[in-house]
């Protein structure tokens, strides 16, 4: 095994260059197997888990522009929406009979809708469903509600949590480097900008997930850039519980021409950000975008986690691409890798009893 290898399987934390230099390799065999190292020291456990969520877009209508967007809309638009509280009672009511504990709710940046508004709207569904999980608004959200209520972030944040805000989602990362995000997005949240948003809800006692969407303009050193911004958000709080990637979908998007990465970027980038993330504990497979087959191999590079059975998808499959799985197929994807499938909770404590 080459020494940077060995030094991340051994528990030594890669720089920066080293993290760029792992990405020269091709050998996706030598990577795999010390991201799996890695990932086999942290969970010597014999489970690999699932959670059964849903996520929720309560609205299309966002402030933002993001050129690897298809989801978004205009408030004037044909096919904007804002979802009724009864279709979310109905969402939620399906999710739980399904064994779901947690609702994904993200939109986009709506442009007139206030703080009060979702505060309500958090009260409403933990009063209706107090045992659901509210894995709540991302931070190019809560930083447009921050912009738009003239409120400080850490107000903001205190007051969704009072309200019933369970955990904050990763979304809205994409690659944290302010070249890329001016480059193809308008009026959204910055890179130290969407770092605040997740400080801020850590001090208050909270958790949440990171991500990195990869694979369309970013070069391999801003994806290590990214890595290393989470890293040293991790190093100053702990808390994140996960870190998911997953590749740019280019359908219908303002990026349409960019080639989709493949399988082999998908697994290389994931096992590399196991051996670079050496203080997020959990790496979480994104068969959503990459499909069953693919999406079972990630638990062989560095995933320790199958994700959200996600009874719902809205936001990939606008741009083309969403795989859907039963939860009898999740389950057995972990079994045939030789693993117990546990079911979590967001916080990764197990909600069933080991067989
Ligand atoms: S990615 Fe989010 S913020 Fe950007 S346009 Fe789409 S919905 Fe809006």
């Known amino acids: 095994m080459p020494d940077l290898l060995r030094k991340a399987v051994d528990g030594?934390?890669?720089?920066?260059?080293?993290?760029v230099a792992l990405f020269e390799t091709r050998d996706l065999t030598a990577l795999g197997q010390a991201a799996d190292a890695v990932c086999r020291r942290l969970h010597p456990e014999p489970y690999r888990t699932y959670n059964i969520d849903r996520n929720i877009n309560y609205t299309n209508v966002c402030a933002a522009v993001c050129d690897f967007c298809a989801f978004y809309r205009k408030s004037a638009d044909a096919d904007a929406y804002l979802l009724p509280r009864e279709t979310l009672y109905q969402k939620i009511e399906e999710?739980?009979?399904?064994?779901?504990?947690?609702?994904l709710l993200q939109g986009g940046?709506?442009?007139?809708?206030?703080?009060?508004?979702?505060?309500?709207?958090?009260?409403?569904?933990?009063?209706?469903?107090?045992?659901?999980?509210?894995?709540?608004?991302?931070?190019s959200e809560v930083w447009h509600f921050h912009k738009l209520n003239k409120l400080p972030v850490r107000e903001v944040l205190q007051r969704l949590k009072a309200a019933g805000m369970g955990s904050l989602p990763g979304g809205g990362a994409e690659i944290l480097t302010d070249r890329v995000r001016k480059a193809i997005?308008?009026?959204?949240?910055?890179?130290?900008?969407?770092?605040?948003?997740?400080?801020?809800?850590?001090?208050?006692?909270?958790?949440?997930t990171c991500t990195m969407m990869f694979g369309h303009i970013e070069t391999i050193a801003?994806?290590?850039?990214?890595?290393d911004?989470?890293?040293?958000?991790?190093?100053?709080?702990?808390?994140?519980t996960a870190f998911i990637c997953w590749t740019f979908q280019p359908?219908?998007?303002?990026?349409?021409?960019?080639?989709?990465?493949?399988?082999?970027?998908?697994?290389?980038?994931?096992?590399?950000?196991?051996?670079?993330?050496?203080?997020?504990?959990?790496?979480q497979s994104s068969w959503v975008t990459q499909g069953a087959k693919i999406g079972q191999l990630a638990l062989f590079f560095g995933?320790?986690?199958?994700?959200?059975?996600?009874?719902?998808?809205?936001?990939?499959?606008?741009?083309?691409?969403?795989?859907?799985?039963?939860?009898?197929n999740i389950r057995r994807s972990i079994t045939e890798a030789g693993y117990v499938p546990r079911q979590r909770n967001v916080f990764y404590e197990y909600l069933d009893t080991a067989a």
Do not use: C
Request: hydrophobic share 35%; net charge negative; aromatic share 8%.
């Open 251 to 283: 359908d219908n998007t303002r990026l349409k021409d960019v080639s989709p990465a493949g399988g082999f970027e998908y697994l290389r980038t994931q096992a590399i950000a196991r051996l670079y993330l050496d203080n997020v504990a959990n790496i």
């Open 109 to 139: 940046n709506h442009p007139s809708l206030k703080l009060d508004w979702y505060e309500d709207l958090l009260r409403d569904l933990k009063a209706r469903y107090p045992a659901v999980n509210l894995h709540a608004f991302s931070a």
């Open 185 to 208: 997005t308008k009026n959204k949240v910055l890179t130290d900008e969407w770092l605040e948003v997740h400080r801020t809800w850590h001090q208050l006692g909270g958790r949440s």
């Open 95 to 103: 999710t739980i009979a399904l064994g779901g504990d947690q609702i």
């Open 229 to 240: 911004v989470l890293r040293k958000l991790q190093d100053e709080t702990g808390g994140f």
């Open 303 to 328: 995933a320790n986690d199958m994700g959200s059975l996600m009874i719902e998808e809205n936001v990939v499959s606008k741009a083309g691409t969403v795989h859907y799985q039963t939860l009898e």
């Open 12 to 19: 030594e934390r890669l720089t920066f260059d080293e993290g």
């Open 222 to 227: 801003e994806r290590v850039e990214t890595l």
